[in-house]
């Protein structure tokens, strides 16, 4: 059978079934999708492709699922580090954001930070921000599948006026890329401590009558549920729910602080946790309770946050720190095992967006988003287990191969839609406009 | 002036005077030691060099200085992982080694130890291991700087079969490598879970006499103070403090279980902490009191630990896991900042071994131990303030140049002292044998 592409590797983890890692075996690709799983030999005699790719010393996984950024942030890493929270934001974030963001700012950040999550392995990623077409946009010229949020604020920014007009410009841009593959939609209502009562129970009606899933941030600090129960009498989970929007097509970032009827609350009703685990620890917000959740069945997939807080857009780091801080925390080494790490660096991803029938695992039928890396740099060696060395060892620099949607994005520094020359002017650009509102030791 | 290296660097963070970053300097080297730091155009006109390096878009700060490994154990790197500490040493870690420790094991296990240090900007390592020799030999092979641990433990092993055998292998150790410049000792008595009164009684006896350091773990669990509660009736702690182990000489790895008044203790004997965040997670031990005890003024370095519970040797993953947890528990986004983690990973460690009048810093007189990090990879763009990058951005795979004593010994993957077939040949050679010991996945 003529196919589009035949994979070789030495090592796949296809995330299910559970715990399963297939050695010298083949992964086949025809239009996009994966059309067969088979042995090296099986591959050879049964496919004839356009392109073989061998990968003998890598491990291939599914394309890694960032469930929680800010893509068009890209420009502000490291804008302001190592300061509390607030004075981060009204000093440096917010004054950036009210001089700087336009269609153009958040298409060359986004494009900043497409080129950095495809070059780490990253082919998905759930975003929230102003001007969503334009992360779009360059979303589409990287060739990444993305799930962007319509986000919705009370106050006023260079985006929108009110949340009237948010939600109004939210439905346009969704409107746009209703026919592209790669682009799907959450309604972002940016978090319980900016946003009304009437608000979210018209991103609830909305969310039912579209069948759109809801991105909003949920219990970062503990100042958001002090203030909450000052404001509403409730922390704001309770709030939440009272308003009706928990359930399965909910994904929560952060979520650092739960108590346990929280935690029974979010997995009775289904929803899905985005764990950010470097941006918890950098804003001093603290570290969410993953084994308590774990143990409790709730689907927790990993995310970045954005380049602001973090300051790596690096599935890598936060498959480590995950599982390092489980286990650190609980006290138990068991906790969190590497296979775990990447089920929720993937498929937990995948569940958490409503796409697990097409991405976060190497299966017939799925869409082929695939990440190799290279087992054979010095640090490598020796390798017992490729799945522990992946989340224990590996960095993003040894990402190798990068496909979305079947089709070859990167590979070994070159991208397919994006030219190092673009981001180089993209830098030239905007670093010293950023500039005027960093703390940094920046100098022309 | 003729000299043999003049380095122009975009930015030096010369780490003393605390908090420094020059622009546009230039660091002048000559017979192995830095002889002058200056203005770009003043390096120009006054000096001639045998070798120009220009960094025009790199971060040049002092070689980095990993405070606690266990070099020789690379070869066992994610030997067994996601297992509890006693399973984990019990069944797999001393089998393991009760199999296959020898020279020549230790040898070609520290190579490739130098050889992922020297990579990742590693100039000087804090050792402990059985054969030290071996190790040396790998060291001087790689042309790093090392301060190696005489071992000591009660119990036998392939390396020796008592107290006084250990102690007397150590001090030949010693003598064979007192005329090795770049070679310094430590008493290493293991733990004092290991080693009985008697025998650190003796330590202490020596360490006065021949001026030599003591290196040992302490307060990594607390399995092991509460055996020692039950043995000694003491933490262990207030047992060496008994024995008069404590002072300036002392570095005790990981600290992870410290009460306020060990934490005086350790302040007014001027004991040093090597602080491994990513090994004490990793083996579910906790978290170390990282902000208690900087409010105590105590000294506190960085460390690896050694690849079978890491599984990296890399101090850019210690030095943001540092920083992070630092915030993260203390709720305190100002702790630790990237300028004094910085600190903790040069300075601090050169202090700790006693070594900071020649190593730890750029400054005049001191040897150089030089590591240059690159600052224009797309993920490390825009740069606002190289030391925060450095930190929180960057990561070994940016690293382009290590100089150890005036030496450049590492390049843009090419190593001065080690070929890539060596490294290759190691591997080859003993991974079938490690992996006899291996939980993990391993075939042929």
């Known amino acids: 059978m003529l196919v589009d592409t035949v994979i070789y590797a030495r090592w796949i983890a296809p995330v299910s079934p559970h715990g399963t890692l297939l050695h010298n075996h083949a992964v086949v690709l025809n239009a996009g999708a994966i059309v067969a799983i088979c042995s090296r030999q099986n591959a050879a005699s049964s496919y004839s492709a356009q392109n073989e790719v061998h990968l003998d010393t890598h491990l291939l996984i599914p394309g890694l699922i960032n469930l929680h950024t800010h893509a068009a942030m890209a420009l502000m890493r490291g804008l302001a580090d190592d300061k509390p929270l607030m004075p981060w934001l009204q000093q440096h974030v917010w004054p950036a954001e009210q001089a700087l963001i336009s269609p153009d700012f958040v298409r060359d950040s986004s494009l900043l930070a497409c080129a950095e999550m495809l070059k780490g392995g990253i082919t998905t990623f759930n975003d929230m921000y102003f001007y969503p077409q334009a992360t779009a946009d360059a979303c589409l010229q990287a060739g990444m599948r993305a799930n962007l949020g319509l986000v919705i604020l009370e106050f006023p920014t260079r985006y929108a006026s009110h949340a009237a007009e948010y939600l109004e410009k939210g439905l346009d841009a969704y409107d746009s890329w209703r026919e592209q593959a790669l682009i799907s939609s959450s309604f972002a209502p940016h978090a319980p401590y900016t946003v009304s009562d009437a608000t979210f129970e018209q991103v609830v009606t909305y969310s039912a009558q579209l069948n759109i899933g809801i991105h909003t941030h949920l219990h970062e600090t503990h100042a958001e549920i002090t203030e909450s129960e000052q404001k509403y009498h409730l922390r704001p989970l309770a709030r939440l729910a009272n308003l009706r929007l928990l359930g399965p097509q909910v994904s929560f970032a952060h979520a650092v602080h739960l108590q346990q009827q929280e935690m029974d609350m979010l997995a009775e009703n289904g929803c899905h946790i985005a764990h950010c685990p470097s941006s918890n620890l950098k804003l001093a917000s603290g570290v969410a309770p993953v084994s308590e959740c774990l143990k409790h069945r709730i689907n927790i997939g990993l995310g970045t946050d954005g380049a602001a807080s973090n300051n790596r857009l690096d599935m890598f780091t936060e498959m480590r720190i995950a599982a390092l801080l489980a286990k650190g925390m609980s006290g138990d080494a068991e906790v969190l095992s590497a296979h775990q790490t990447l089920e929720m660096a993937t498929i937990n991803g995948a569940r958490a967006l409503g796409l697990d029938d097409r991405i976060g695992s190497i299966e017939v039928g799925k869409r082929a988003d695939l990440t190799a890396i290279r087992m054979d740099a010095l640090e ?61 030791n920046y100098k022309g």
Do not use: M
């Open 380 to 440: 490598s060696t020796p390798v017992f287990d490729p799945v522990s060395h992946l989340v224990y060892v590996s960095g993003r620099e040894h990402v190798s191969h990068v496909w979305v949607d079947g089709a070859l994005q990167y590979q070994s520094g070159v991208f397919s839609g994006i030219e190092p020359q673009e981001l180089q002017a993209i830098i030239t650009k905007w670093q010293p406009q950023v500039a005027r509102y960093t703390s940094g």
